[in-house]
């Protein structure tokens, strides 16, 4: 699936395939039954002696059991690595587009003046502007916006089209159970490794956490795809993304405890992963500073509870920052779907060159967003200064250019975020919250400043400063990263690793439940839920929903059965390939449908083509995909492998002339539920237990079957599932944006039109 189809509906999710987590167990449990046989066997054949043979049984099993811990260690480095790689390279190219180091082409500012304390454009001889004209300065900072942009989207149209976007939604469809080919593969994680840089110093209002959790998983699939135990197994690639998914949170944000997910299954393996990834981050050090972030600050001053009131207003403002943009975002993807699709390295390019151009005159938009939060979390009486920015003389001027930075960030944020380049939100989401916070502290002081003894401030004291602005930039950081994605505990763990401050968890608890309570009052989804579904991604969300609906009203009814017996090898052949389903329910007959079991058409053409090879069968062989009463069904399929065990089971099968035995590759025990079951139920086992399918019977007959996508294509319409800032409702942005291409698409025919008159009259010349 390209990101740069129209057609990413809930119908184009039927062809993405699934899988079925039931019979993965049930294929890795046969495997640890036959190791475990074969550990019994040899301890048998030594009389209880210790011999070679079992010496080498001991230490296959000890390199297996720890050959998880190996691999995660593995992907941790490389992530560390490669996000050091990147922010190195990032901060390099957005220093580019303001000047140059004469002592080395390749050092960027901060370390072309290292040697240095303070501020760096003063006293630093070998940091050069482009030029002392302001206009020239101006001219060649768009220029270097449009020449990156440029390169990034070129390369991701055409080398890597998976590499656009943040990545997100993909990954927790991934990690639920669904395969995009080629969406964690090779090209993928190169091309967005490259070009993740180049979209950061354009300016463009996105950030790079986002996809850094993409570039993360990529290794991850990358580095255990070359052992068989997970390249086999798809629960256990799944726990390795899972830790790789964390370790790139982690080394996006220098947190190695907000990373792993609380998943007792995988917690761990996430920990250590991450761990090892912040650990590689930190030797590298690519920032000079010996922190894992370059925003990260430590603060040494308490709060106050009159500033309760203050910490409110930020979670309001997180709350309905999130509501607005993801609203607002959704309806600029719909138009981007519909006008945009084949036109995105003009986009890409014309939104940097827009940013800068606006950008450069505001002096927080103009700097690096990460650089930014440093310089607005930092304390005033330590190095905060930036351009004046604690000045008394200056606040009101300081204010209305983080009010103006705030807002057109924001506006910056909604139209940039989901164009084809790698794009994340959210570092562009903190950055808002963090100017906007900031300005709420300039002011909360200034009233302080004028109002010393009034009741409020009654428990400051006259000359220990009372309010610190940087704090409530850090706490509207939260509020905003947490409005957007709607997140809660992770937020939490994050920005106190970011800060270090333990005096600070209960006002960032309060921004982030009252940002919460905003969200839920508005019925808001997280930008990456909202995402999901308008891109059509078979995805069960964790919410309960009440459909009121029994599961007979989604089932599939027209269904392609085997009959269990009675078929021959040539019908077979034919009926799986013209019904180009994943697997076929096993019935009696085709009269009473009495169900018996079910098969994946994978391991059925597996199992015919193995015995093809070992035997040479006739059309007319008969096949049975039931037991005789006199074989055990069961034991069979428990020890089944179809992975490694193919060969000698087919010789089993064919046991007798003409008959060709299937039946142990079928499932004798599917997972089935009534028609009259909620659908409700159904969604919970779908979440719980992972199948691919359901089978629906009454009384034994076979009736119908359901999947997740037959499940999604009802969720749009559920009695309790509208949102209130739903994506498809057509808005004021939305007509906006349909007025302007239709002026633009109508001064191009009056263009082109007035080009075809001048080239008609010059040749008649």
Known sequence: MSLDTDARTIGTANSMPSLDWIEDSILERSRRLREAKDVYASSRRSNGQITFSWLISQARKLVVASQSWFVVSIVGAGIGINAAIISIITEWLSDMKMGYCSDGWWLNQQFCCWELDGDEDSGCDSWHLWSTVSVARWFIYVLFAAIFSFLASHLVRSLAKYAAGSGISEIKCILSGFVMQGFLGFWTFLIKSLTLPLVIASGLSVGKEGPSVHVACSIGNLVAGRFSRFSRSQSKMRDILAAASAAGVAVAFGSPIGGPSFNIKTMWRSF?????????????????????VLFQVTYDRDWHFFEIMFFVILGIFGGLYGAFVIKFNMQVASFRRKHLGKHGVAEAVTLATITAMIGYFNRFLRIDMTESMSILFRECEDGGDFEHLCQTSVQWRMVNSLLLATFVRMLLVIVSYGCKVPAGIFVPSMAIGATFGRMLGILVKALYRAYPTSGIFSVCQPDVPCITPGTYAFLGAAAALSGVMRITLTVVVIMFELTGALTYILPTMIVLLVTKAVGDVLGVRGIAEEAIRFNGYPFLEKDDHVYDAPVSRVMRRDIYTLRAKGMTLMDVENYVDAAKVKGFPIVVDDETRTLAGYIGSHALRRAIDQAKQIHDLPPDTLCTFSPDPSERPEARWSAISIEEDMESNVLYSVSSPGILKLWPWVNQMPLTVSSKVPLEVVMQLFKRMGPRVILVEDLGVLVGLTTVKDVLHLEPHGQF????????????????????????????????????R????WRWR
């Open 272 to 292: 250590l992963c991450a761990l090892v990834a912040t650990v590689t981050l930190s030797a590298m050090n690519p920032f000079r500073t010996g922190k894992l």
């Open 721 to 756: 599932n509208s949102p209130i800032v739903a994506w498809s409702n057509r808005g004021a942005l939305d007509g906006a944006l349909e007025e302007l291409w239709t002026w633009l698409a109508d001064v191009r025919s009056s263009i082109n039109s007035l080009y075809g």
């Open 758 to 761: 001048i080239s008609r009259r």
